[in-house]
């Protein structure tokens, strides 16, 4: 027996001194924690989720900017200079003569043309970044110097040119890879494999690995042609949950927890060694509520939707975050210039109820609402159901609650078959049309499938979508703000926010509401 | 029989087994009225009519559903298991990326539960009834009834967060470089790598998962060791072996152990089937990229490929931890092979 014991005495001691074991902390890489989860490709021209925006806008660059500070400016990127033609047909950029990819090549008008026509013809999701925006053709006119081509004018167009997936790859090093931009690229390229592990871009950093559902490290470019960064390179580090996050961090394990919930926060805010970033998202959770005759339902009557926006008690919704929320007034978010904030419901229970009563409905009605899983601002769609459940009760309303699993809610959404939902709306880039191109049409978008039918705001969108002038839309936008008001069909219950949690060491960090993160800027 | 010829009529056997695994997860993949093509296209480009019609084609999803079945069936012998909706990937190749974190954990926690379980069983049982004997039996009737996501968040928070005595959740040190991939073992790869410093590391983040996962086989181990010595040594052989004046301690190891490994074996093979075939909720709490965190994710995304290869992947190993048990018994105990 005493052998036991003493085979137990060194088992103990050898787990002892590995838990011991010293850990070489590795140079000034900043470790990022989140969850990372949903990459499906590294691939510029093939990924179409959240997390490759982060990667992307980390090791490529793109022909313009749009900067965290002011979301309605389009800045210079790789491209000094673009010109729109008279008919707004044309886009005419012009590079950069610095530019350099990290390799130390030049970028070229070529590697330009190259990148977007394998977008296209690589026919993934991502390709509608082309395609929904009438591309028509892309040719070099010199070594510096792109034309784009459009099949009607897309004043958008030049925010969309922001997007990542529209990211300047170096032709050579893709081809190289087996990659190719002929017309059937989604047969014949072969590059995914190696873009999966590595980068061909000019970014402040290079992607040297991925690691599916474990992390993706970067390193520093330093080649960086704006030269190169204060990092020595980024790892996005997957986590769970955000209270292993947080542990990671307070630890120093890591540098960054990137979208926590706000109990975690408020955890958080209690550690003197971190600190909070509160980002302000373009991420809008709305109660949308059909308007169609095609339900039979009291809702097709305006007024029952009135009533139902007049009796949710928004502040109630926004406390379940925690209070890391905002609100704006219909399906365009605060800080889209002509988001109107004043124009937004608030409660008011005898306004709702006079306005049930006038509908002929004085002791309420029953009817379900239709909720996914999932999540927005840390609250689970349930949470939210219940609290409008509990908020339309107090005028009569009584709503029954029917959850399903994300995709089985998209089917039947999709398949206009739900009268009532809760549901969420993320932008893919800056431009208002990526709300009024959703939110207003019978034949297409999500208004399609609440079988919405406002001629009035449909004819706002497509004025919104034509005009130029960015005073001339802000003032459109305003009046469709004012006209979803009344409609009552689509209302935002949450504009989330997003919040970071740094160790109070690091510096220059910036939240930025479509790639998440600005890397490039940041010191520890 | 032989051994030899045993070994091949049950490897025989296995054969049908499988395929009617294949059928049913096809059949219950056609029973759940759910369209795929939102996962593998994503919400979004529904409205897109080419982008569907693409994916439809590309997937097979407008043929009959037999013949879906017969290309399902017949890839599956040529080794293809189909292309995950999710991450674009062949489900082997996903297999292959995540299984190494999972056998890592998984023959970790067994030689934890082994190495601590069988020891701890036998003195259990040989002392029973005493205070070692019960304080032994809370334990592990403690450690089989607590739930893994339950202890392994509170060791975390204890160990890692606030005493940061143990390393936190992942598999390696965040700031630590890994070593180049050969097995997708961490600990292996290190050992080849020649790093051993980075082999601490693996080691290290294996403490607190294994702990959680193998404490629970570990319940299990000692309540079967203990109930087979208790049983074993009350038998008319120990008393013959005592009678003849042999040192207790071969009493129980000589005697009595050798037959109360017997039920062992059995426990052992099916934890360790159930240990590999994915802990969920220890490799969540842990982020342990392995494959059942993969799997949870492929079943909450409706990713049939990837639930239909790792099901298969798990039926697979519990066919072969099976077969290997059963081999195992019949050299134990000849017996087994002529009922």
Redesign the interface.
């Known amino acids: 027996?005493r052998r036991?014991f003493a085979?137990?005495l060194i088992?103990a001691l050898t787990?002892g001194f590995?838990?011991q074991?010293?850990?070489?902390?590795?140079s000034n890489?900043l470790?990022v924690a989140g969850r990372f989860?949903d990459v499906?490709?590294l691939d510029p021209g093939?990924a179409?989720e959240t997390t490759n925006l982060i990667v992307h806008h980390a090791t490529y660059e793109t022909l313009l900017n749009i900067n965290a500070d002011d979301l309605s400016k389009i800045v210079p990127g790789l491209a000094e200079s673009y010109s729109i033609s008279e008919d707004g047909l044309e886009y005419t950029f012009v590079l950069n003569p610095n530019a350099k990819f990290a390799s130390g090549n030049p970028v070229t008008a070529e590697d330009v043309r190259f990148s977007w026509t394998r977008l296209l013809n690589l026919?993934g999701?991502p390709s509608?970044y082309l395609?929904d925006f009438g591309f028509k053709s892309i040719e070099v006119v010199d070594e510096r110097t792109v034309k784009v081509t459009l099949e009607a004018p897309q004043p958008a167009f030049a925010s969309v040119v922001t997007a990542p997936a529209l990211s300047v790859l170096e032709k050579a090093v893709v081809v190289a890879q087996g990659g190719t931009d002929a017309a059937d690229a989604d047969q014949t390229d072969a590059a995914k494999d190696w873009l999966d592990q590595n980068s061909a871009g000019s970014g402040p950093f290079i992607l040297t690995r991925w690691?599916?559902?474990?992390e993706i490290v970067m390193v520093r470019n330093e080649n960086y042609w704006r030269g190169p960064v204060a990092l020595e390179g980024v790892?996005l580090?997957?986590?769970?949950d955000a209270?292993?996050a947080l542990?990671?961090v307070?630890?120093g394990?890591?540098d960054i927890a990137l979208g926590v919930d706000a109990d975690t926060a408020e955890q958080a805010r209690n550690n003197a060694d971190l600190k909070l970033n509160i980002g302000q998202t373009l991420n809008l959770l709305y109660l949308g509520i059909s308007s169609s005759d095609y339900f039979q339902l009291p809702i097709s009557d305006v007024r029952v939707r009135q009533a139902i926006a007049n009796a949710i008690d928004y502040d109630g919704v926004i406390a379940l975050t925690g209070g890391f929320a905002e609100r704006p007034a219909a399906m365009l978010p605060l800080g889209i210039a002509g988001s109107d904030p004043s124009l937004r419901y608030t409660r008011n229970l005898d306004k709702a109820k006079a306005l049930l009563a006038e509908a002929g409905y004085p002791n309420g009605f029953s009817m379900k609402l239709h909720i996914g899983g999932g999540s927005t601002a840390g609250v689970p769609r349930e949470v939210i159901a219940a609290k409008v459940q509990a908020d339309l009760a107090e005028v009569g309303i009584q709503v029954e609650i029917d959850q399903q699993?994300t995709?089985?809610f998209?089917?039947a959404f999709?398949a206009q078959e739900l009268p009532m939902v809760i549901s969420a709306w993320t932008p893919?880039y800056l431009d208002a049309t990526m709300w009024t191109a959703f939110f207003s049409k019978a034949d297409?978008?999500v208004s399609?499938r609440l079988r919405m039918d406002e001629p009035k705001i449909a004819e706002l969108a497509d004025k919104i979508a034509a005009e130029r002038d960015p005073e001339a839309r802000a003032a459109l936008l305003t009046e469709y703000v004012k006209a979803h008001v009344d409609a009552a069909i689509f209302i935002p219950l949450l504009q989330e926010q997003y919040i970071d949690v740094l160790r109070s060491n690091v510096e220059g960090y910036v939240f930025h509401p479509v790639y998440l993160t600005e890397f490039a800027g940041v010191r520890k | 029989m032989s051994l030899v010829r045993y070994i091949a009529r049950r490897l025989i056997l296995t054969a049908p087994m499988l395929f009617g695994i294949t059928l049913v997860l096809f059949l219950i993949y056609n029973l759940v009225q759910?369209?795929p093509l939102?996962?593998i296209?994503?919400?979004?480009?529904?409205?897109?009519p080419?982008?569907v019609e693409?994916a439809i084609r590309k997937w097979g999803l407008d043929r009959p559903v037999w013949e879906q079945y017969v290309t399902y069936v017949t890839n599956i012998l040529r080794g293809d298991l189909g292309t995950s909706f999710?991450?674009?990937r062949p489900v082997l190749d996903?297999l292959r990326?995540?299984l190494p974190a999972t056998v890592e954990l998984a023959v970790s926690s067994l030689l934890f539960a082994v190495?601590?379980g069988i020891?701890l069983g036998i003195?259990a049982g040989i002392y029973f009834g005493s205070l070692f004997d019960r304080a032994v039996w809370f334990i592990s009737l403690l450690n089989g009834s607590l739930p893994p996501f339950w202890t392994g968040?509170i060791f975390?928070?204890v160990f890692?967060?606030s005493l940061?005595?143990?390393?936190?959740?992942?598999?390696f040190?965040?700031?630590?470089?890994r070593p180049p991939t050969f097995s997708g073992l961490l600990t292996v790869d290190s050992i080849v790598a020649g790093n051993f410093?980075a082999l601490?590391?693996a080691?290290?983040h294996l403490?607190l998962p294994t702990v959680i996962l193998g404490g629970f086989t570990l319940a299990l181990v000692l309540r079967v060791t203990r109930a087979a010595i208790v049983e074993e040594m009350r038998r008319e052989y120990v008393r013959t072996a005592r009678s003849k004046g042999l040192a207790e301690?071969l009493v129980v190891v000589r005697h009595a152990l050798r037959n109360a490994l017997l039920p062992l074996v059995t426990i052992i093979g099916l934890a360790f089937a159930g240990l590999l075939s994915g802990a969920v909720m220890t490799e969540?709490?842990f982020?342990w990229?392995g494959l059942g965190?993969?799997l949870v994710?492929a079943a909450?995304?409706?990713d049939y490929p990837a639930i239909q290869g790792g099901t298969l992947l798990i039926a697979v190993i519990y066919v072969i931890v099976n077969l290997c048990v059963d081999v195992l018994y019949s050299v134990l105990d000849p017996r087994v092979r002529h009922g």
Request: overall charge positive; aromatic content about 6%; hydrophobic content about 40%.
């Open positions: 027996m036991l085979l137990f088992l787990i590995i838990a074991a010293p850990v070489r902390a590795q890489a470790i989860v499906i490709t093939r179409f026919k999701n509608s395609t690691s599916p559902n474990s790892t580090r997957v986590t769970n209270a292993s542990q990671l307070a630890r394990d890591a699993t995709a089985n998209l089917t999709r893919d297409s978008g399609r | 759910v369209d939102v996962m296209i994503g919400e979004r480009a529904m409205d897109n080419q982008l693409a999710l991450t674009r996903d990326t995540h190495i601590l020891p003195l968040l975390l928070f890692y967060y940061g005595i143990t390393p936190g959740p992942g598999r040190p965040p700031r630590m470089e410093e601490g590391g080691l290290s403490i301690r969540t709490v982020d990229a965190q993969y994710r909450a995304s409706l």
